[in-house]
């Protein structure tokens, strides 16, 4: 066991686990942000997407001991109120079905608008390539991804 202070969502989290320990598992296991979710384990679907350091990463193969000091980003964290222009763009279109993987896509959009605010559409597809939805919402996603940018360009 090591202890790792984690910088989530703007608070200091001190955690006591093996240094080998998934980020994902110290965010829902430890520190009950459930919002991430577990889906493949080999980090191939997107649903289990953070930011760390700003960039859009897969939390199930990220050991904790990797993190360092960097500031790391859940859906729970992406705004107070639900009100990111992404998560509202979701609302406005629809994305959800089940749900399961919404969180994993919203951090992915979320990223790619903060390093490219006007993607295109290929773009956008190759950004959000790997984040699987098995509902097949894909063309609502890309639809909301448009929406979001539109809407944080007038914002």
Not at 34 to 46: D, H, P
Not at 77 to 103: I, K, R
Request: hydrophobic share 35%; proline share 4%; charged share 15%.
């Amino acid at each position: 066991m090591a202890s790792f202070n984690l910088n989530i969502n703007g608070k200091t989290q001190q955690v006591d686990v093996d240094p080998s320990t998934p980020i994902l598992w110290v965010l829902r296991d430890h520190l009950d942000l459930l919002g991430t979710k577990y889906g493949c384990g080999i980090a191939q679907c997107g649903s289990c997407t953070i930011h760390v350091g700003g960039m859009a990463v897969r939390s199930c193969q990220l050991p904790v001991s990797a993190v360092g000091n960097q500031e790391i980003t859940t859906i729970e964290g992406l705004s107070e109120n639900g009100d990111h222009p992404v998560q509202q763009a979701w609302l406005e279109h629809d994305v959800y079905q089940c749900g399961y993987c919404q969180a994993g896509q919203i951090m992915s959009a979320s990223a790619l608008l903060k390093s490219n605010p006007n993607p295109t559409d290929e773009e956008i597809e190759g950004s959000m390539n790997g984040n699987i939805c098995r509902c097949g919402t894909y063309t609502r996603i890309k639809k909301a991804i448009k929406t979001a940018a539109a809407n944080s360009e007038n914002a």
